[in-house]
């Protein structure tokens, strides 16, 4: 299957402080990439939907000042996570796609664990 | 608004026997698609299987199957000869573009 990178595997940041999380398809073009949140022993919680060159759509609850997502390229999303506070303190996961629907599979990044200090 | 349940927390088989695991589905859209994925102690998400809702033929996967009943909204997973590194939780998915999975059933296998 293709691969989904994701950087940094994991990252400890100060409260206040902003941290950057990448997402990059290694060997296709990922029209539309995915965040999802996932807390300790529960299930994985989308968090935003963005394709290329859009601007990203959240779900509801999400607060989208605090959780930046850009898509500028068919192979990098990014997520930035500012002014982050323990309570943002989780782990994090993206997804790629190449194409638009669920006839393309989804792949997955290997997830950012982040502890908000 | 789509959801996914699954309603066994936790599952355990004997090494070699055969075990099944529960989900099902409710969603609005008329062309969608349903998914098991695996993940292990390294959180990596790993698909397991995939069931397109248009066919009726149950997909599957060497010792991965499913039971996938449209009308019930049920799509269960089947897994046969189960092995120690079948170890995981599993979660059920469900979607067309963006995917909601349910609650994850945690995996154990009894040497």
């Known amino acids: 299957g293709a691969v989904v990178s994701q950087h940094p595997s994991w990252v400890i940041c100060k409260s206040g402080t902003s941290v950057k999380i990448e997402c990059r398809s290694l060997d296709f073009q990922a029209t539309t990439m995915f965040w999802y949140r996932q807390f300790p022993k529960q299930s994985l919680m989308l968090m935003a939907t963005s394709n290329e060159g859009s601007k990203a759509t959240y779900e509801q609850g999400v607060e989208k000042d605090k959780f930046l997502i850009n898509h500028a390229s068919l192979t990098l999303s990014t997520l930035t996570v500012t002014s982050a506070h323990p309570e943002d303190s989780s782990f994090y996961i993206c997804?790629?796609?190449?194409?638009?629907?669920?006839?393309?599979?989804?792949?997955f990044g290997q997830g950012t664990r982040l502890t908000v200090v | 608004a789509q959801t996914v349940t699954q309603s066994q927390p936790e599952m355990s088989v004997q090494e070699a026997e055969t075990v099944t695991l529960s989900c099902t589905y409710d969603t609005s859209e008329s062309d969608y698609y349903l998914f098991w994925y695996k993940q292990p102690p390294s959180r990596q998400m790993i698909l397991v299987i995939r069931q397109e809702a248009y066919k009726q033929q149950n997909a599957t996967e060497n010792r991965f199957s499913v039971n996938f009943q449209k009308a019930a909204k049920s799509f269960s997973l089947k897994i046969s000869d189960s092995q120690l590194g079948d170890a995981a939780m599993y979660f059920c998915a469900s979607g067309a573009q963006k995917l909601v999975f349910g609650q994850g059933t945690r995996l154990t296998i009894n040497p």
């Open positions: 997804s790629a796609r190449g194409g638009l629907t669920g006839n393309t599979e989804a792949f």
